[in-house]
């Protein structure tokens, strides 16, 4: 039977122990200066080594031959804790025995003393699952305990933990593992195994294993089964998915960038491997709430608990993005994974929240607003002059009068796309930028009679809404007759909602307008049952 990684290669010696040497070496001088505590608490996250580093210790108190005060793993008692052969190092796992009754065996078997070793030592898990009941069973015995116990609880939530517990113990808090450390733990397992691994795999199962280095193993192992010889770093990427630490920096990238389409490609690649989109979320969510800590403390290593590399990105990123911005895309967010507990379509609501949190004109709240007004603040501070105007007509008008343009006639669609580009230009000097960049946007154009369709790819479907309110629409028109200095109709359209219809008052025209659509050998129409 295969045995995981992380258990063949579970710390024997304090020495093997990796990223805790503020932790150790307190250990070892107690045991040195016969200091050695009655309780001790061991908090921090998963895979820091809290188990593994008690095993070591209750082997260390007992051992026969130390060295150094270290388990020599040799002696008869090193050997029987090692092989559970002996009893008086009990584990117990209060997830599954957390009750009163429990606690109250465990204060009947305290009394008698260890068998074979010095102390008796008592491994409590996942401690903060005890009932209270349980909790207060356990206190008596904390409170004066024999002198051949030692008591050590393992936590990860020691918040959870009554203050009574907490004024009894010695407290131990285990750092996460700094991603170089891990890294360099790893390469030492691989060397000793024969495989082969690139750094880039390596650094990236690090990034993933958030600090854990039993998570780290954990991920290495299914590694080496994937590829048997070498690991890659393409295999890693395609073994772990997108929704990694990688992802979640690249996504939050392209929402800085405001750079829509990779987003969504982003979000297709979620789709397509098969990951949990409401989990997906709840990491995207967390990650911002990293970036705004960033951005409002200075002690963001003791908030957060990252390896000083990834905490090192977060800094750097969070200096691409405003505090308002962070707390504005938190909220769209936070809207978007309540709506998905009522409904089927969680990839369609995702994308929703992703263009809103990735387009701030299209969020008409007040977040979305201070958004923009940052904007503006930061083009002015530039020294962006930004001219006063009573209205966009005015604006408008100032800017045909300064930049005299001869009349293009508008015949097709083509000249339109040729031109739009300084149609969107007069736009930006008339500082309506947010209306320029969602035009920018638009797939094609189509004419109907005096009427400029403009066509939107339907992922597009905010801009199209956004912009088909009759004051844009108005400005939107004004422009293009500036540029144009012809006098036509604006009309919003998504590509599945465009109809071109045939009327009898414009046979050419509509057959110029699908002969730019369609090749025309299958152009076909009909007209009282009789073609055309």
């Keep these: 039977m295969h045995k995981a990684l992380y258990r063949v290669y579970r710390p024997l010696k304090f020495g093997d122990v990796v990223g805790q040497e503020h932790i150790i070496k307190t250990l070892k001088n107690q045991i040195d200066n016969n200091n050695i505590a009655h309780a001790y608490l061991f908090s921090g996250s998963r895979g820091t080594g809290k188990t593994s580093t008690a095993k ?78 349980a909790f207060n069973a356990l206190l008596k015995t904390l409170e004066e305990p024999p002198s051949y116990i030692i008591f050590i609880l393992a936590t990860t939530e020691p918040h959870k933990l009554p203050p009574t517990i907490l004024s009894r113990c010695q407290r131990f808090d285990f750092k996460r593992v700094k991603l170089c450390d891990i890294v360099d733990r790893m390469k030492v397992i691989c060397e000793d195994m024969g495989i082969k691994v690139e750094d880039r795999a390596l650094n990236l199962i690090g990034k993933n294993s958030e600090g854990a280095l039993r998570d780290a193993l954990s991920i290495l192992d ?16 395609e073994l772990l998915g997108t929704v990694n630490t990688e992802f979640l920096f690249n996504m939050t990238d392209y929402i800085i960038d405001q750079n829509t389409k990779m987003i969504l490609n982003l979000v297709n690649d979620l789709v397509v491997w098969g990951k949990d989109i409401k989990h997906f979320l709840d990491e995207l969510i967390d990650h911002f709430r990293n970036l705004m800590i960033c951005k409002v403390s200075k002690e963001v290593d003791e908030i957060l608990a990252f390896p000083d590399e990834i905490i090192q990105s977060l800094k750097s990123q969070s200096e691409r993005i405003s505090t308002n911005d962070i707390m504005r895309i938190i909220n769209i967010l936070s809207i978007c994974e309540n709506d998905m507990k009522y409904s089927s379509h969680q990839r369609v609501l995702l994308e929703i929240a992703i263009i809103k949190i990735s387009q701030p004109m299209l969020d008409d709240n007040k977040d979305g607003i201070l958004s923009r007004l940052e904007k503006l603040e930061k083009q002015i501070a530039s020294g962006v002059k930004l001219e006063s105007t009573s209205s966009k007509s005015n604006s408008t008008e100032k800017i045909s009068k300064e930049d005299k343009k001869v009349s293009i006639k508008i015949q097709s669609s083509d000249k339109i796309k040729k031109i739009w580009p300084e149609i969107l230009d007069y736009m930006k000097k008339d500082k309506n930028i947010p209306t320029a960049a969602m035009l920018k946007e638009a797939e094609e154009f189509v004419l109907e009679g005096k009427t400029l369709v403009i066509v939107f790819d339907d992922i597009y479907k905010f801009h199209k809404e956004a912009l088909s309110k009759e004051s844009t629409k108005e400005y939107i028109k004004k422009v293009v007759s500036s540029v144009t200095n012809q006098d036509l109709g604006i009309k919003l359209s998504l590509k599945s909602e465009l109809m071109i219809t045939d009327t009898s008052n414009h046979k050419d025209e509509g057959l110029e307008i699908l002969e730019s659509i369609f090749p025309k050998e299958i152009i076909q129409i009909k007209h009282s049952d009789k073609d055309i």
């Design 222 to 237: 299914q590694c080496i089964s994937y590829t048997c010889d070498e690991v890659k770093y393409e295999d890693v990427v």
């Design 56 to 133: 070591i210790f209750a082997r260390a108190v007992n051992c026969l031959e130390p060295h150094d005060m270290e388990p020599c793993n040799e002696c008869k008692v090193c050997k029987g804790i090692i092989s559970e052969n002996i009893m008086d190092i009990i584990e117990i796992d209060a997830a599954s025995n957390n009750g009163v009754d429990d606690i109250r065996e465990l204060r009947e078997n305290v009394k008698y003393p260890p068998s074979v070793g010095k102390y008796k030592v008592y491994i409590i898990d996942e401690v903060h699952m005890l009932s209270q009941g």
